[in-house]
């Protein structure tokens, strides 16, 4: 099982950068010069990232229920009480332990997936519609013009399609970290003078 997860993200890296590499050379082989244009296929790939943001944050708290509440104590392995470094590292660490492996497994495959898709998205809106520019300006002023029409455009198009997402993926982030810290039972540790 590790060797197959191990060669589906060695595979799924490969085709990564390949469909990165395809989509630059379609992008400026065959796409518009137009900032406008271009300005709006990059706002949709922002728009896009963030539905798959909802989704990644809707996987995350499934991924929460799937631990149990309690957390177990394990041996630090950075603790080393003969390292002058690492013997300020605490002896003890409270981990995480699995609940339901099966659900667990298939939603980090599917947050994993997720992850994946939106790395593709973000380098189409962030680098590869924007390099267009380099192929349409003939020089650094006629770039300079491009970029900042394309970037005035972006913000308009993602203000106007999906700003409003954006919001409500961070403030669903900022609770499920809070999610996530009233989840686990409240720890009662020994005092240890090196947490002083």
Not at 53 to 61: C, F, H, N, V, W
Not at 97 to 118: C, M, S
Not at 180 to 188: K, M, N, P, S
Request: contains cysteine; hydrophobic residues 30%.
């Amino acid at each position: 099982m590790i060797i197959l997860v191990k060669n589906l993200k060695d595979m799924k890296t490969k085709l990564q950068l390949l469909s990165f590499f395809f989509t630059l050379l379609f992008m400026v082989s065959c796409g518009s010069d137009d900032p406008k244009k271009n300005a709006e296929k990059a706002g949709e790939c922002k728009c896009e990232y963030e539905e798959l943001e909802a989704k990644q944050i809707k996987l995350a708290r499934d991924l929460l229920k799937t631990y149990k509440k309690k957390l177990v104590k394990t041996k630090n392995p950075d603790y080393d009480p003969k390292d002058d470094e690492k013997r300020y590292e605490k002896e003890y660490t409270w981990e995480r332990e699995v609940d339901d492996w099966d659900e667990h497994v298939r939603i980090q495959l599917e947050i994993f997936e997720i992850a994946i898709q939106k790395k593709e998205l973000r380098d189409n809106y962030r680098y590869v519609i924007s390099l267009v520019g380099y192929e349409a300006s003939d020089n650094q002023d006629d770039y300079d013009d491009w970029i900042e029409e394309f970037n005035e455009e972006f913000d308009d198009y993602v203000e106007d399609n999906c700003e409003k997402l954006l919001e409500r993926n961070s403030d669903n982030w900022e609770k499920y970290m809070d999610e996530e810290d009233d989840y686990f039972d409240e720890i009662e540790e020994d005092y240890d003078y090196r947490d002083r």
